[in-house]
């Protein structure tokens, strides 16, 4: 009596190939390494720059400087006002205006592009978790595709046990008949 025709589905074979895939499976998953986390490089932090930075920071210094020219006007009117257009008072006030325009520009401007370069310096990281999450999510899917495989091949060899015992206990009932 043959275990299965020439060809066949055979439990035994399928089993033992299912159990050392399994193996090879998990063995190479047990080698994974997640990416680290680095600092991000310039290059990496390009792609998560707002690209519009230098028109916020552009607008912004015009509307200081706006500002400025509004607030130089009214002092020049006021010292015309006052028959003081020109005078050292005037002169004083009016660098004092411009430094004051200066500091607040450079604090402005350097407040809104260091912004934007620690917001794009999450991102850039969080983008790197990210990454690091899905690799690890893919290596516990495949770990348990794995695992199923390995449950698959393992019920498919008991199933291959119990037709071998059933065959067994037919031949030595088969081989009783016949020597009776």
Do not use: C, K
């Amino acid at each position: 009596m043959s275990g299965s025709p020439q060809g066949g589905f055979n439990v035994n074979t399928a089993a033992a190939q299912g159990i050392q895939r399994a193996g090879i499976g998990a063995s190479n998953e047990m080698g994974y390494r997640p990416m680290a986390i680095t600092a991000p490089s310039q290059a990496n932090l390009q792609q998560y720059t707002n690209p519009y930075e230098n028109q916020v920071v552009n607008q912004s210094l015009s509307d200081i400087e706006r500002s400025r020219l509004m607030q130089q006007n009214m002092g020049g009117a006021q010292a015309g006002a006052a028959n003081a257009f020109g005078g050292s008072r005037h002169g004083i006030a009016e660098a004092e205006t411009n430094r004051a325009f200066a500091d607040q520009s450079a604090r402005t401007a350097s407040g809104l592009r260091q912004s934007g370069y620690q917001n794009a310096q999450q991102m850039a990281q969080q983008a790197q978790m990210q990454n690091q999450q899905a690799g690890l999510q893919g290596s516990q899917q495949r770990l348990q595709a794995g695992q199923q495989l390995g449950n698959l091949s393992n019920l498919g060899f008991g199933m291959g046990q119990q037709v071998q015992n059933r065959m067994d206990q037919q031949g030595a009932m088969q081989q009783a008949l016949q020597q009776q």
